[in-house]
């Protein structure tokens, strides 16, 4: 409970000081526009379309690609090793019969 409400009040007070400090103005003046924060010059639109588009095309893959391969990589490994397992030889001792 004390490390929620720490990294809570932390985050209040970043937000608090960005907002403060027109950083998130800069950024989306930045992103609308292609005006780069603090000089005269702004991107072009087409290369401003190009970082948008790369900076999509990265998070898309690391949210939607990445764990598509990770569980089809867990299944496959799963059924290798339950093929594995089968192939094996049974133990000596693997049960106790019950002696009469």
């Known amino acids: 409970m004390k490390k929620i409400l720490i990294f809570t009040i932390i985050g209040l007070l970043t937000c608090a000081i960005l ?3 027109d950083v998130i103005d800069s950024l989306l003046m930045f ?6 924060p603090g000089t005269p010059y702004s991107v072009p639109p087409v290369l401003m379309l190009m970082i948008v588009f790369a900076v999509f095309w990265v998070f898309l ?4 690609v990445r764990p598509i391969v990770r569980r089809h990589t867990a ?3 799963s059924k ?3 093929a594995h397992k089968k ?3 049974s133990r000596r001792f693997k049960r106790i019969e019950a002696t009469s």
């Open 75 to 77: 299944k496959r490994s």
């Open 87 to 89: 192939r094996m030889p």
């Open 19 to 21: 907002f403060q400090s």
């Open 31 to 36: 992103i609308m526009v292609g005006a780069i």
């Open 61 to 64: 893959f690391r949210m939607v």
């Open 80 to 82: 290798k090793h339950a």
